[in-house]
Nanobody
């Protein structure tokens, strides 16, 4: 399977963006998927994830501002980002395990990644 990330861009603080992650192959709707981000000089961190029970978990820093969703018919994962802040600036990646899973996983648990899409928020 190939994951293609898109939707990034440059916005001012307070603005919104919607990221998309399109899967070229079939991804079962109950497979685990997630959005991560990585700023220069920083470690890759989880932003939002969804597990086999469709439980969605958000990083504390984005709760109330970001929303993860899926369109199973389109094999696409989305991340709606509102009220963006300069500290949200990073490369954003989607990832999948291509397996069932439960709870929140670590970066190393995801073997399949998109190429990333850059989000830049100016103050």
């Amino acid at each position: 399977v190939q994951l293609v990330d898109s939707g990034g861009g440059s916005v001012q603080a307070g603005g919104s963006l919607r990221l998309s992650c399109a899967a070229s192959g079939y991804i079962y709707s109950n497979y685990c998927m997630a959005w991560f981000r990585q700023a220069p000089g920083e470690e890759r961190e989880a932003v939002a994830s969804i597990d086999t029970n469709h439980r969605i978990t958000y990083a504390d820093s984005v709760k109330g501002r970001f929303t993860l969703s899926q369109d199973n018919a389109k094999n696409t994962l989305y991340l709606q980002m509102n009220s963006l802040k300069p500290e949200d600036t990073a490369m954003y990646y989607c990832a999948t395990t291509l397996t069932f899973c439960y709870g929140v996983l670590r970066v190393r648990d995801y073997p399949y990644w998109g190429q990333g899409t850059q989000v830049t928020v100016s103050s």
